[in-house]
């Protein structure tokens, strides 16, 4: 077994996986992403971006490859290790919201630091810093159901970040979002990935967001490619800018 580099906080090494029903997802790919790192994995819709990044979190396994963190590798751990990992040092956003539903909003945003033992004064006032940073304090006593689905996503977003995991993974995160709310809240998790010193990894098919990224790893079939063609988006002088390479 070649153990990682050491620059690399997280580092993967030719991940094969193939869905029970014989889709093949992924075809080989090795990438790794540096300590406070912003990395986009992009490609288009089925690419294998959301299984490369659930590969990276120990949600799935692959069944050939490695994925090492901070040099501990996940490939050989156990589930129960694997997961008390998870929980302590990943942060997870899903491209749709998901809450629970009897919880207010604060004590949504406030459950991953309460479920790795953090008090609940000291949970709330974090989810609080998170809620408001993405203007959401005045609903912190509402239920989920009472907000939109943007609303919603954000709250999500709120929840990731105020445990300030090692890595945070995000999967399409603004794809609920309206396009003006999208940019900025983008802004927010990037800023506050740098200023916290968060790694990011995150997949999505569109280039406005993968802009925000510090490097691109383009994916295709399950493959990793050089280019990619996204969805065009107008650059500053109003020209298409359509692909993006490494
Ligand atoms: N549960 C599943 N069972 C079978 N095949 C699947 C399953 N989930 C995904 N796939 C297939 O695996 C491949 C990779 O899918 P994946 O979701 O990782 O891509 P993606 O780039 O994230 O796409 P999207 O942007 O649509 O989420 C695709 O061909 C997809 O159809």
């Not at 408001?132 to 977003?157: G, K």
């Not at 999208?182 to 995150?202: D, F, K, N, Q």
Request: glycine share 8%.
């Amino acid at each position: 077994m070649v153990a990682p580099p050491d620059s690399d906080v997280l580092w993967a090494r030719a991940l094969y996986f193939r869905h029970k029903d014989g889709s093949p997802a992924l075809g080989g790919v090795s990438l790794g992403v540096e300590e406070g790192e912003i990395l986009a994995v992009v490609g288009p819709r089925g690419s294998g971006k959301t299984t490369l990044l659930r590969c990276l979190a120990g949600l799935t396994t692959a069944q050939r490859g490695e994925v090492w963190f901070t040099g501990v590798p996940l490939h050989t751990m156990g589930r129960i290790a694997r997961e008390r990992l998870r929980r302590d040092r990943f942060g997870w956003i899903d491209p749709a919201p998901s809450l629970v539903p009897e919880l207010t909003v604060w004590e949504n945003a406030a459950l991953p630091l309460m479920l790795r033992g953090t008090g609940r004064a000291a949970a709330r006032t974090a989810a609080m810093e998170w809620l408001d940073r993405l203007d959401l304090a005045d609903r912190a006593r509402r239920r989920p159901h009472e907000l939109t689905h943007a609303e919603r996503q954000r709250v999500c977003i709120a929840r990731a970040l105020a445990p300030t995991p090692g890595v945070l993974f995000a999967d399409e995160p603004t794809a609920p979002l309206h396009r003006a709310d999208r940019a900025r809240v983008l802004r927010t998790l990037t800023s506050a990935a740098r200023s916290h010193g968060i790694t990011v990894v995150l997949a999505t098919h569109d280039a406005e967001t993968a802009a925000l990224a510090d490097r691109t790893v383009p994916l295709l079939d399950g493959r990793r490619v050089t280019t990619v063609h996204l969805p065009p988006v107008p650059d500053s002088e109003g020209r298409p800018a359509c692909s993006l390479s490494v």
